[in-house]
């Protein structure tokens, strides 16, 4: 009796030593909830400090435009979620392309998100852009689509497209690269400096990560 007495114990004992132990691995197994803590969003300004991406006609810096817009995401995010959100650059630096997916695989990160502005030799052309590259990114780049289209946005909607982007080909997270306008374009150009325009399109894409978080 003394024997199973002592077993009883050590199962006792056992049993609440397990529980922290079982609530890890849960965690583990399902992605948390993105009004939980644990949740980690990338956003990933283009370009930066010699890399100064497009230059407008009136001397708009894709650099410069991304990196304003990555700040007025992460702003959203944090005010409207528990999520972590990390940036690869938040000053005027130059970041490499593994450097910035690097970011993402180290925090494990559950979306990427590369921000940058568009130009063409025919300025004509203007518009919004989403690409993808893998089955992973799509839900997260309809997802963003949808609510830039609700946005009342007045430039043109580019659709989403697949590239074989080093960020998105190398990424392990849900990735996704937008294109948010053409420098190249006088209508564009004026628009992406606008404060309207920041505002409504960093609220539609936090909109949009919100959504794909909450649908996984
Ligand atoms: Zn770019």
């Keep these: 009796m003394t024997f199973v007495f002592s077993v009883v114990v050590v199962l006792g004992i056992a049993a609440r030593v397990l529980p922290p132990a079982e609530t890890e691995y849960a965690q583990a197994a399902a992605p948390a909830h993105v009004n939980e803590k644990g949740v980690c969003v990338v956003i990933d300004p283009g370009h930066g400090g010699d890399d100064e991406g497009a230059i407008g006609e009136n001397g708009t810096m894709e650099k410069d435009a991304a990196l304003q817009t990555a700040l007025r995401i ?3 995010l944090l005010a409207r979620t ?3 959100v990390i ?3 938040d000053q005027d ?3 490499s392309l593994e450097d910035r997916v690097k970011v993402a695989s180290e925090t494990s990160a559950d979306v990427f998100i590369s921000i940058h502005y568009d130009a063409f ?3 004509t ?3 919004m852009t989403i690409y993808f590259f893998d089955e992973e990114d799509w ?3 309809e997802a963003i689509h949808e609510r830039l289209l609700d946005s009342d946005l007045n430039t043109e909607d580019r659709g989403i497209e697949f590239e074989d982007y080093h960020v998105l080909r190398e ?3 849900p990735a996704v690269l937008l294109e948010l306008g053409y420098v190249s374009n006088r209508s564009d150009e004026a628009r992406i400096n606008s404060q309207d325009y920041q505002e409504k399109v960093a609220a539609a894409i936090a909109d949009g990560i919100i959504e794909f978080l909450k649908s996984r």
């Design 74 to 76: 992460q702003q959203e």
């Design 82 to 84: 528990k999520a972590t």
């Design 87 to 89: 940036l690869t650059r």
């Design 93 to 95: 630096v130059d970041v």
């Design 121 to 123: 030799t025919d300025p």
């Design 125 to 127: 052309i203007q518009g």
């Design 139 to 141: 839900n997260l780049a």
């Design 171 to 173: 990424n392990p997270s």
